[in-house]
């Protein structure tokens, strides 16, 4: 393949010039500036952010395709770039108090959440095997040294060393996928794998089967599926509060965004395979995030737990192969992200000093003593739960109804009564929050500016797409139709 930087489509990649420019700008800065000056660089991130965002959905209506067809633009890659720049923006918005407040004013920090960010959107936008891995080494990379970024504390480094062990373990099972579908193909590019299944010319179809095996255990670990799940409860717990909800939301969408793009473009002859494959997932994921969630006495562990289940739940869809499937894992992902982000938002609004409140008993009281934000914590567990009018309540409606339209009528059920049995650990929060007598030592000051606008617009969020979810439903549809030919 002859790739020349002369005949790149620069359109295409702006996002990505714009997004990397930021991340080397925020580095070439932090050693000149003040300890004042570091404190605006999270600020200077997050300009550089909604910029992309800017350059992304002015690029919106014009499918491009660049570097010998390796990336493109369509509506699904700037779909998927929105959401990952809304969690970099909501991570952003929620960290500017918390590293001042533990000392983590590094430029390193806003740095690499823009180069991981910039790995997901390579991720959604690849249509070459290569380029989709090496976005996942840019994100995992970057996720590696945020989650130790506690340096001082054991806990921190422990959890940057379990995910660095076991992320390139799973980054094996990648490139020997990788290696066996070229085997099996003669090609890693997407389209091409798809026309040599197409015409019946593969190579060895007991390769081209192993090869996605092995890519469907690397993507499983990336998304926390059972039983894949392991380093998920323990990383999530060690590293800093802002990484972890990054981490929850961001890894998990830029990972189903590249498993929609490999499965739904790369390999749909082969969805009677796969498909076997994740309905057997989502249903342990499902069930064991959702069980153990339950014992668990720290909100960070509990929302660990409950995250292995949120990936059952948009398994689920991606088992169903379908068009309203893939839309809604879309839907699905923009939920999560608000609803996520706000309660770890509320967390963090909680804290003092550099004592955080992670026990579950903790949160008695807090709707009694600072009632918005005890209002904002159950609105997202609410969320969390499914309950109606929010937007949890329409994604999981979204998931299932996808479900039954494609006669998998035992998975819907299943996923429904998992539904159920978490509504009882996220209504447990609410229950204390509201039904038992308020801790005395709970912070009544005012919740800093930054804080307070992420934790406004992640409401909002979580509020318009449960009100009027038709609209971005809509959107949702057409962003995949480019997937599925």
């Excluded at 500017?96 to 959440?113: D, K, P, V």
């Excluded at 997901?120 to 080494?137: C, K, N, P």
Aim: net charge positive.
């Amino acid at each position: 393949m002859d790739i020349s930087l002369a005949q790149a489509s620069w359109g295409a990649v702006l996002p990505l010039i714009l997004l990397g420019g930021t991340g080397l700008l925020v580095l070439v800065l932090d050693p000149v500036l003040s300890p004042e000056g570091r404190d605006r660089l999270p600020a200077l991130s997050l300009v550089g952010v909604l910029t992309t965002a800017g350059a992304v959905l002015s690029c919106w209506p014009r499918p491009q395709v660049a570097f010998g067809g390796m990336l493109v633009t369509d509506q699904f890659t700037a779909s998927c770039s929105l959401i990952f720049l809304l969690v970099a923006a909501l991570t952003l918005l929620i960290s500017m108090g918390y590293i001042r407040r533990t000392g983590l004013e590094h430029g390193e920090y806003s740095a690499l959440l823009i180069f991981a960010t910039l790995g997901m959107i390579v991720m959604a936008g690849s249509l070459d095997l290569i380029t989709i891995f090496l976005g996942l080494e840019t994100l995992s990379i970057s996720l590696y040294i945020l989650a130790g970024f506690l340096r001082e504390q054991a806990r921190s480094n422990e959890s940057a060393l379990k995910y660095l062990l076991l992320g390139a373990f799973a980054s094996g099972f990648l490139l020997y996928g990788i290696a066996f579908v070229y085997g099996a193909t003669g090609s890693t590019n997407l389209v091409r794998v798809r026309e040599v299944l197409a015409l019946g010319r593969v190579h060895s179809p007991l390769l081209l089967t192993i090869g996605m095996g092995l890519l469907v255990v690397g993507f499983a670990f990336k998304v926390a599926a059972v039983p894949f799940h392991m380093w998920a409860p323990d990383v999530y717990e060690g590293a800093p509060t802002t990484v972890t909800a990054f981490m929850i939301a961001g890894t998990k969408a830029a990972a189903f965004a590249a498993f929609l793009r490999l499965l739904m473009m790369g390999l749909p002859a082969l969805q009677l395979e796969w498909s076997r494959v994740l309905w057997v997932l989502a249903i342990l994921s499902m069930t064991l995030g959702n069980v153990v969630a339950i014992a668990q006495t720290q909100i960070k562990r509990m929302l660990a737990y409950s995250s292995i289940a949120h990936a059952g739940y948009l398994l689920v869809a991606l088992v169903t192969g379908s068009k309203l499937g893939s839309a809604s894992i879309l839907f699905y992902l923009v939920a999560y992200t608000c609803m996520n982000l706000g309660a770890f938002g509320v967390m963090l609004a909680l804290a003092k000093g550099n004592q955080e409140r992670l026990a579950i008993q903790d949160y008695a009281g807090l709707g009694l003593r600072r009632p918005v934000l005890g209002a904002a914590m159950a609105l997202f567990m609410f969320s969390l739960a499914g309950v109606p009018p929010t937007a949890g309540f329409m994604g999981k409606l979204y998931i299932f109804s996808a479900a039954v339209q494609t006669h998998q009528i035992a998975l819907a059920v299943i996923g429904v009564l998992n539904s159920v049995v978490s509504a009882f650990y996220y209504l447990r929060v609410t229950v204390l929050m509201y039904m038992s007598p308020g801790a005395p030592d709970i912070p009544a000051e005012r919740t800093a500016p930054a804080l307070a606008v992420a934790l406004a617009l992640a409401a909002l969020g979580t509020l318009l797409l449960g009100l009027v979810p038709s609209s971005f439903l809509e959107a949702a549809l057409r962003s995949v139709a480019p997937l599925l030919g």
